[in-house]
T-cell receptor, first 112, second 113 residues
Framework: EAEVAQSPRYKITEKSQAVAFWCDPI?????LYWYRQILGQGPELLVQ????????DSQLPKDRFSAERLKGVDSTLKIQPAELGDSAMYLC??????????FGPGTRLTVL | AQSVSQHNHHVILSEAASLELGCNYS??????LFWYVQYPGQHLQLLLK??????LVKGIKGFEAEFIKSKFSFNLRKPSVQWSDTAEYFC???????????FGAGTRLFVKA
């Protein structure tokens, strides 16, 4: 069964360092999402791609976060510099037509 | 702005009890509605969805949800829960004219064997 792949699964870093997360969506899925989930809350959309284009990044802190999906397939989310408040689970999801989303296992980030 | 409210953050039930999890949303137009579930140690996955038509939708594992447009609600129900239903449940809303899906804060369900 096709799945969304994410790496790393866990990341511990010190504040002010740079971190990067990778996501490989289900083959053929044009829409890719990055979410941040803080403990006790639901996923919050950071950025949404349609193929290689960003369609929503209204909640992405653009002074420190960046995301790219250069060939419209896999994607990278970067944080530079990381802050203590960035500790969270970062989820990637993909969908075929923008409706039902398929989620990856997530990357748990801890910033010390 | 869109928002989703889930009334209960934690629910504890005994096996065979009936379940109803509340979900209300705020959005001025037509919506697509979802319930996602995350079992311990697993990914978020779709439980059921409503796009149009019959407001009573059935999902996997005996779950169903009813869309009541006048109440802006999409409550999740199951007549008899099992221990294996222990999980976190998220209601989500997407306006049909927009891109973004908004998730509620989630309800953690624990079913006692």
């Amino acid at each position: 069964e096709a799945e969304v792949a994410q790496s790393p699964r866990y990341k511990i870093t010190e504040k002010s360092q740079a971190v990067a997360f990778w996501c490989d969506p289900i083959s053929g899925h044009a829409t890719l999402y990055w979410y941040r989930q803080i403990l006790g809350q639901g996923p919050e959309l950071l950025v949404q791609f349609q193929d290689e284009s960003v369609v929503d990044d209204s909640q992405l802190p653009k002074d420190r976060f960046s995301a790219e999906r250069l060939k419209g397939v896999d994607s990278t989310l970067k944080i530079q510099p990381a802050e203590l408040g960035d500790s969270a689970m970062y989820l990637c999801a993909s969908s075929l037509w923008g409706e039902e989303q398929f989620f990856g296992p997530g990357t748990r980030l801890t910033v010390l | 702005a869109q928002s989703v409210s889930q009334h209960n953050h934690h629910v504890i039930l005994s096996e065979a009890a009936s379940l109803e999890l509340g979900c209300n949303y705020s959005y001025g137009g037509t919506v697509n509605l979802f319930w996602y579930v995350q079992y311990p140690g697993q990914h978020l996955q779709l439980l059921l969805k409503y796009f149009s038509g019959d407001p009573l939708v059935k999902g996997i594992k005996g779950f169903e949800a009813e869309f009541i447009k006048s109440k802006f609600s999409f409550n999740l129900r199951k007549p008899s829960v099992q221990w294996s239903d222990t999980a976190e449940y998220f209601c989500a809303v997407k306006g049909t004219g927009g891109f973004k899906t908004i998730f509620g804060a989630g309800t953690r369900l624990f079913v006692k064997a």
